[in-house]
Antibody, heavy 116, light 106 residues
């Protein structure tokens, strides 16, 4: 069955970096575009970044552009989100999701807390 | 940037019909998708491409999209339908979510 599992979250100070991973199984990862979507505590869904199936194109929300980088390793069925210069407002649960137009599969999420 | 507007909350009596709207400029020219999210859980796709329903989603869930408004309709609302609902549009380079609607079942 299709599975996505995020990891790498934790507590980090403002200005520091964190790298999230999303390991997938149950489908051919190299044929699907992927998203990162986050959700701040008590708030709605907030798109972060998108990467095409082959990694050739990436798109970012304005709020993270220049600070976050999405990448993937299709040989390891893994999606990444490198987060630099973290801010308090980046505190959220981060989800990876499969499929570009209407992601039908999501991971359970990993919590990132940015706090001094 | 494109914006999607949803009511903050909708209340409906058990067994009645719930209607959740998603407003956007000429949203009828986009494909709209809907997600259900319960507390502590990841979102679940309930309607995609305006009107299509994943096989595991009950037939009580229906969608429509025209003009400046997309609509999620839930017929014969059950207690387990109480959740947050988000509309979503993907335009090939940007993902936009509505602010979400909390559905309360009375």
């Amino acid at each position: 069955q299709v599975q996505l599992v995020e990891s790498g979250g934790g507590v980090v100070q403002p200005g520091r970096s964190l790298r999230l991973s999303c390991v997938v199984s149950g489908f051919t990862f190299s044929t699907y575009g992927m998203h990162w979507v986050r959700q701040a505590p008590g708030k709605g869904l907030d798109w972060v970044a998108t990467i095409w199936y082959d990694g050739t194109k990436q798109y970012y929300a304005d709020s993270v552009k220049g600070r976050f980088t999405v990448s993937r390793d299709n040989s390891k069925n893994t999606l990444f989100l490198q987060m630099n210069s973290l801010r308090v407002e980046d505190t959220a649960v981060y989800y990876c999701a499969r499929g570009l137009q209407h992601p039908a599969y999501w991971g359970p999420g990993t919590l990132v807390t940015v706090s001094s | 940037s494109y914006e999607l507007t949803q009511p903050l909350s909708v209340s409906v009596a058990l067994g009645q019909t719930a209607t959740i709207t998603c407003g956007g400029d000429n949203i009828g020219s986009n494909s709209v998708h809907w997600y259900q999210q319960k507390p502590g859980q990841a979102p679940v796709l309930v309607i995609y491409t305006d009107t299509k329903r994943p096989s595991e989603i009950p037939e009580r869930f229906a969608g429509s999209n025209s003009g400046n408004t997309a609509t999620l309709t839930i017929y014969r609302v059950q207690a387990e339908d109480e959740a947050d609902y988000y509309c979503h549009v993907w335009d090939s380079s940007t993902v936009v979510f509505g602010g979400g609607t909390k559905l309360t079942v009375l």
